[in-house]
């Protein structure tokens, strides 16, 4: 559960990184303390994130094994692609709620409706299908030294439990959503509230990019 939790928020935080739910997160904290932000961004993506990982572990059981790795690492790199792109934030995404609620309510509503359709829900589906076995695999295969515990936790994550999968998904993808907007918040009021966008969206589109070629290589060598 530890492996999965570790992939769930390790993927989310790099794939938030220069992200529109990012950039909202920054300009929501000029308006709000920053704790009240970032309370209102755990409510609403769990809310969202929850859901997500239920669809995309029920999609996942209906794709044979040996074909998941590679529909998942090509959409890793679409997900670098849609990365490299990178998103604007609406006006009316951070006015969504203001003025009628308090802030973390208003942050969450905010949070909640920029998340829809957003690239990080669907990196959410995408995970619960398939938490990077196949990955895992591909670095032993390697001979790459893994820590032990991670050794450990790949070889029986398929003999995980559903549902400690999905709570393993469901939070990690919410920690690291949280994670990635605490560090825009800190990095925009060490910055002067400006973000090297370009730069960061440049470096986690690579890494998407890369994961996605390296999981989809991982299927084939080992099919």
């Not at 490299?84 to 942050?107: N, Q």
């Amino acid at each position: 559960m530890t492996y999965v939790f570790g992939v769930a928020a390790l993927l989310i935080m790099i794939g938030e990184l220069a992200d529109k739910s990012q950039l909202l997160a920054l300009c929501l904290a000029t308006r709000y303390r920053a704790w009240q932000v970032l309370v209102g961004i755990f409510i609403a993506t769990f809310i969202v994130h929850f859901f997500s990982t239920l669809v995309g572990q029920t999609l996942g059981a209906f794709i044979p094994q040996g074909v998941l790795p590679r529909v998942t690492g090509v959409l890793f790199v679409g997900f670098g692609i849609w990365t490299l792109r990178g998103d604007t934030v609406d006006d009316s995404d951070a006015e969504r709620g203001a003025g009628r609620f308090g802030p973390i309510v208003a942050t969450g509503i905010a949070f909640f409706f920029a998340e829809l359709g957003d690239k990080t829900q669907i990196m959410t589906m995408t995970i619960a299908a398939d938490p990077g076995h196949a990955l895992l695999a591909f670095a032993e295969r390697l001979g790459v030294t893994l820590p032990g515990w991670v050794t450990a936790a790949g070889a029986s994550a398929n003999g995980l439990g559903q549902v400690a999968q999905f709570w393993a998904v469901t939070l990690g993808s919410t920690v690291g959503m949280v994670i990635a907007d605490a560090l825009a918040i800190g990095v925009g009021v060490l910055l002067g509230k400006h973000l090297p966008e370009l730069l960061v969206r440049r470096i986690s589109g690579a890494l998407f990019i890369i994961f996605g070629l390296v999981t989809v290589l991982s299927a084939v060598l080992g099919s």
